[in-house]
């Protein structure tokens, strides 16, 4: 008679339950510490060391300049020189886009430019394009 293989043979297996907790620990605690942290809007001051050029993609660039005062002016308005209200830089810009869609958006505003009127200007472009609205600097002059 044959005797019977022992039940109790050694596994070579590797285990990976314990690798499994700790992977789930450290998901755990990236999903907590993720969900903490803040984002908001990447904003660059006037004025920088290191500011580069806008690299133009399209033929046009769709500018809306904000003054010391607030007013918005439109780059490719009849007359780039006069105030216009939101309303009709929304649709200019709306009427512009639909005919060009490469076109880029930027947001031009002055130091002393109120920061809540330079992100409505952002928001305005955002509505329009539905991408993201880049703010113009110029290299720091020493």
Do not use: C, H, W
Request: charged share 20%; aromatic share 6%.
């Amino acid at each position: 008679m044959r005797r019977r293989k022992r039940a109790n043979k050694l596994n070579s297996d590797m285990n990976i339950v314990p690798y499994v907790d700790v992977m789930f620990v450290l998901l755990t605690i990236f999903m907590v510490t993720a969900t903490t942290i803040s984002v908001g809007i990447d904003v660059e001051p006037p004025q920088m060391d290191s500011s580069q050029a806008v690299a133009i993609e399209g033929d046009e660039m769709m500018v809306i300049s904000v003054d010391a005062s607030g007013s918005f002016f439109f780059n490719l308005a009849d007359n780039p020189n006069i105030a216009l209200p939101e309303d009709e830089i929304l649709r200019q810009a709306s009427t512009l886009f639909s005919e060009n869609e490469q076109m880029q958006a930027l947001v031009k505003g002055d130091q002393k430019a109120p920061y809540g009127k330079i992100i409505d200007a952002m928001s305005l472009l955002q509505r329009v394009t539905q991408k993201n609205v880049q703010l113009m600097t110029i290299p720091f002059e020493e």
